[in-house]
T-cell receptor, first 115, second 114 residues
């Protein structure tokens, strides 16, 4: 059973461009969490999605950021008009059931660099 | 208050020694406390977790001690090995309308010297 897959692993964007980060959850998992890790900091929750639904986006910046998890295909975190402060590692985690006792399995992350 | 505070920021131990990392939280609604291990360039991986109805959980060389009244929990790594060198994160989560989202500590960089 393949683990959580994220692509690309590294992404370089110029200020003002768009960044699209993809996350394929583990087989059978329908719950996805996105976290952001700034340099030398812990991970910060961004958004929690189930198939076709955004359940909790309380950690998402109000502007430029959006996420989706369509019925078919990977979950996508989209950042429009990137700025240097968006440079970070973005991790997704998938879970079979959601909730506190359902283990979250993390992908290897996408490292975004904004120049 | 949703914060989880972790210390120390970095830790150096000799092979065979005991590594101790501490975390404190404010929100008494947290009911699940996992520890994650992260190697450079990799995603975090669950190491061990505890619920507040027990005071200690041991898995191999890794032990979580939990003090509910003090709102603190710690990770002990016995007989530390160079392969344990990594960044360790404590975290906390709760069910209900928080849907299990994890609140992480700031991380501890552990270096085990051979």
């Amino acid at each position: 059973n393949a683990g959580v897959m994220q692509n690309p692993r590294h992404l370089v964007r110029r200020r003002g461009q768009e960044a699209r980060l993809r996350c394929s959850p583990m087989k059978g998992h329908s719950h996805v969490y996105w976290y952001r890790q700034l340099p030398e900091e812990g991970l910060k929750f961004m958004v929690y999605l189930q198939k076709e639904n955004i359940i909790d986006e309380s950690g998402m910046p109000k502007e430029r950021f959006s996420a989706e998890f369509p019925k078919e295909g990977p979950s996508i975190l989209r950042i429009q008009q990137v700025v240097r402060g968006d440079s970070a590692a973005y991790f997704c985690a998938s879970s079979p059931f959601g909730g506190a006792l359902s283990e979250q399995y993390f992908g290897p992350g996408t490292r975004l660099t904004v120049t | 208050q949703q914060q989880v505070k972790q210390s120390p920021q970095s830790l150096i131990v000799q092979k065979g020694g005991i590594s101790i990392i501490n975390c404190a939280y404010e929100n008494t609604a947290f009911d699940y406390f996992p520890w994650y291990q992260q190697f450079p360039g990799k995603g975090p991986a669950l190491l061990i977790a505890i619920r507040p109805d027990v005071s200690e959980k041991k898995e191999g060389r890794f032990t979580i001690s939990f003090n509910k009244s003090a709102k603190q929990f710690s990770l002990h790594i016995m007989d530390s090995q160079p392969g344990d060198s990594a960044t360790y994160f404590c975290a906390a989560s709760m069910d209900g309308t928080s849907y299990g989202k994890l609140t992480f500590g700031q991380g501890t960089i552990l270096t085990v010297h051979p």
